[in-house]
């Protein structure tokens, strides 16, 4: 049963620490998503890559936020310096890109708090 | 940013009752999708709608895809404890780009 992969599942640092968020994509899909959620902004679109090609960063803050794919089996999230309004459950998800849409499978997240 | 409307935002229902929910934009979309999110999880797509006026199955849930392509409902019949979750509606546009609701919480009690 193939599934998207997050580490670290659970992550508190302090406020001004780097973090960075790993994702292993399903084996043979060519997107990849990462989101955060919220309470108050439920799922707000990060960033979208195709074939690894960054296709939509417009929802991150460009001054803290960055995210690669350095492989086909790895996406990170990178957010330096880190902030407590960061604290949030971040999601990656992957998926197939078809000519109707793009199917995305979601990985179990990290929740991370930033003190 | 853009969002949809869902409703109810959460539900509290006996084990065997039937439930229905729904989810509007004042935007037309191509594709509805429905997720669910257990907690401690990731959404887990339910059902896909891409035709205006679609009705599909998938067990006990059944979702439609409005005919305006503004709305889309999801009915699941029976229900059981596992049914407990949080549901999304997502849709997309031309973009492909997908827009979420900010769910409706379900709780059934035994």
């Known amino acids: 049963d193939a599934r998207v992969t997050q580490t670290p599942r659970d992550k508190v640092t302090e406020m001004g620490q780097e973090v960075t968020m790993r994702c292993q994509p399903i084996l043979g899909h060519n997107t990849v998503f990462w989101y955060r959620q919220t309470m108050m902004q439920g799922l707000e679109l990060l960033a979208y890559?195709?074939?690894?090609?960054?296709?939509?960063d417009s929802g991150m803050p460009k001054d803290r936020f960055s995210a690669e794919m350095p492989d086909a089996t790895l996406a990170t999230l990178k957010i330096q310096p880190s902030e407590p309004r960061d604290s949030a459950v971040y999601f990656c998800a992957s998926g197939l890109s078809t000519e109707i849409t793009d199917t995305q499978y979601f990985g179990p997240g990290t929740r991370l708090t930033v003190l | 940013g853009q969002q949809l409307n869902q409703s109810p935002q959460s539900m509290f229902i006996q084990e065997g009752e039937d439930v229905s929910m729904n989810c509007t934009s004042s935007s037309i979309f191509n594709t509805w999708l429905w997720y669910k999110q257990d907690p401690g999880e990731g959404p887990v797509l339910l059902i896909a709608?891409?035709?205006a006026g679609e009705l599909t199955s998938n067990g006990r849930l059944t979702a439609q895809f409005g005919i305006t392509r503004k709305d889309s409902f999801l009915n699941i019949s029976a229900s059981i404890p596992s049914d407990v979750g949080i549901y999304f509606c997502a849709c997309a546009g031309n973009n492909r780009k997908l827009i979420w609701g900010l769910g409706t919480s379900l709780a059934v009690n035994p």
């Open positions: 890559f195709r074939n690894r090609a960054p296709l939509d």
């Open positions: 709608l891409y035709k």
